[in-house]
């Protein structure tokens, strides 16, 4: 059964340095998100991204983070100057479709993101 | 904005019970549930996914159900296995993006 993969599992960056957390959807999917979870809390929605723009984003959002769909398979998350508050589990998650056709969302096994 | 919470937080069961997770949301106007399980630092696994228009759903030994006028959902695990042993997490879908609630996390004792 094909799968969504996120590379790394742990990522341990300094706090100020900028990351990029990497996914690679399902092949045939459209709608990509990534959610993340800070350890003992709910999973969070950070961003939807379809058809090369992003489709909604929450107030967790903000100007460090960016998404970019570089090539035909990647789909990037980067945060671009760490706080120690970005420690979290973020998870990457594709779907066939989107609201119109309520597909279900696939989801990677994550990347642990330790920020010292 | 949508909350989802699920009681109990958790629940603690020996092998062969029947589990029942609880699942409740404030706003009717969902597109569909899923539910979800979480193994420890691991990705989520999609069990079931009910859409806006159904009342319930099965496989195997799962079987959910959806209330969109009480605003309720439930999981139910049939003859529990120590394999059942897991966070389970319920998810509505508002528009692009997903609620969690904070999940249930099951203990089947052999």
């Known amino acids: 059964e094909p799968e969504v993969t996120q590379t790394p599992s742990h990522q341990v960056t300094q706090m100020g340095q900028e990351v990029i957390l990497r996914c690679v959807p399902i092949?045939?999917?459209?709608?990509f998100y990534w959610y993340r979870q800070i350890l003992g809390q709910k999973v969070e929605f950070l961003v939807s991204?379809?058809?090369?723009?992003?489709?909604?984003k929450s107030e967790i959002f903000d100007d460090q983070f960016s998404v970019e769909r570089p090539d035909g398979s990647n789909f990037t998350l980067k945060i671009r100057s760490t706080k120690l508050e970005d420690s979290a589990m973020y998870f990457c998650?594709?779907?066939?479709?989107?609201?119109?056709?309520?597909?279900?969302?696939?989801f990677g096994d994550g990347t642990r993101l330790s920020i010292l | 904005k949508q909350e989802v919470t699920q009681i109990p937080a958790a629940l603690s069961v020996p092998e062969g019970e029947n589990l029942v997770l609880n699942c409740s949301f404030t706003?009717?106007?969902?597109?569909?549930l899923q539910w979800f399980r979480q193994d420890p630092g691991k990705g989520l696994t999609s069990l079931l996914l009910?859409?806006?228009?159904?009342r319930e759903q099965t496989s195997g030994r799962l079987n959910a159900s959806l209330d969109k006028s009480s605003g309720r959902s439930t999981l139910y695990i049939a003859a529990s296995q120590p394999g059942d042993s897991a966070t389970y997490l319920c998810?509505?879908?508002?528009?692009?993006?997903?609620?969690f609630g904070a999940g249930t996390t099951v203990t089947v004792r052999a």
């Open positions: 998650a594709s779907s066939q479709g989107g609201v119109g056709r309520r597909q279900p969302q696939h």
């Open positions: 092949s045939n999917h459209l709608y």
């Open positions: 991204f379809y058809n090369n723009e992003i489709s909604e």
């Open positions: 706003d009717s106007a969902i597109y569909n």
């Open positions: 009910i859409q806006s228009s159904q």
């Open positions: 998810v509505q879908r508002d528009d692009y993006k997903l609620s």
